[in-house]
């Protein structure tokens, strides 16, 4: 048969602080964001994000608007504007690309060892270009 008595105990005082430990809950009061200042600071940030990204793009103050091709249509270029635009874009490219091979280059010839024989007989092959060279031009 099972007990009728009740396990669980209260402990002792608790009903007699309850009403203080309630009021002291409802004294503290929970401080929300209100709304608005949510949407607020999502533009705010969306904001200064789109403004750093200008300032990025466009801050250079020696960068010329009409020159850069994926801009043109903002400012209305006729076509031959656009044509030139884009020829000064492909030379630009081509520079940044040869200067980038020359370094490259520049790179692996720092890499390159040369043995003693082999700085022997370049210097032999130098000397004697010298004096072909040398003779060549005394001849004129």
């Given amino acids: 048969m099972i007990s009728k008595d009740n396990p669980f105990k209260v402990p002792e005082g608790y009903f007699e602080q309850l009403e203080k430990r309630l009021n002291q809950k409802a004294k503290t009061k929970h401080v929300s964001t209100p709304r608005w200042l949510k949407y607020v600071s999502g533009v705010l940030a969306i904001g200064i994000l789109t403004i750093a990204g200008w300032l990025i793009v466009f801050g250079d103050s020696s960068l010329d608007l009409k020159s850069n091709p994926t801009l043109a249509f903002l400012f209305g270029l006729d076509e031959q504007e656009k044509a030139d635009s884009l020829a000064k874009a492909n030379r630009k ?35 004697e270009d010298e004096e072909e060279l040398l003779l060549t031009n005394t001849d004129m």
Avoid: G, N, P, R
């Fill in 93 to 127: 490219a081509e520079q940044i690309a040869w200067h980038s091979y020359t370094e490259q280059m520049k790179k692996e010839a720092d890499e390159i060892v040369f043995s003693e024989e082999e700085l022997d007989y370049i210097a032999e092959i130098t000397e």
